[in-house]
Nanobody
Framework: QVQLVESGGGLVQAGGSLRLSCAAS????????MGWYRQAPGKQRELVAT???????NYAASVKGRFTISRDNAKNMVYLQMNNLKPEDTAVYYC?????????WGQGTQVTVSS
């Protein structure tokens, strides 16, 4: 089992920045991909950004150039730096880890961007 705990969400004005953090614990050996997804009210959960162990990154088109994902494998952490936030970025953001093809999820952290 892998446990994921997110932090760093909050309320910010449009154009502002937030940094989300996610700490992984438990059976972290053999985790391949870590990343972030989000779910807005009434919408499906969607990919925001992911990073593999080989540092390959994948971003949603809507966040490219504004969000940056990073990992610190020594600390078992994954981060999401979010700049130039827009009201449409408002959602619950979930940390995700994939270990041996099994996905694990954090409890989510709310990000609210006011116009």
């Amino acid at each position: 089992q892998v446990q994921l705990v997110e932090s760093g969400g909050g309320l910010v004005q449009a154009g502002g920045s937030l940094r989300l953090s996610c700490a992984a614990s438990g059976s972290i050996f053999a985790i391949n991909t870590m990343g972030w997804y989000r779910q807005a009210p009434g919408k499906q959960r969607e990919l925001v950004a992911t990073m593999t162990n080989t540092r390959y990154t994948n971003y949603a088109a809507s966040v490219k150039g504004r969000f940056t994902i990073s990992r610190d494998n020594a600390k078992n952490m994954v981060y999401l730096q979010m700049n130039n936030l827009k009201p449409e970025d408002t959602a619950v953001y979930y940390c995700n880890a994939v270990r041996q093809l099994v996905p694990y999820w954090g409890q989510g952290t709310q990000v609210t961007v006011s116009s």
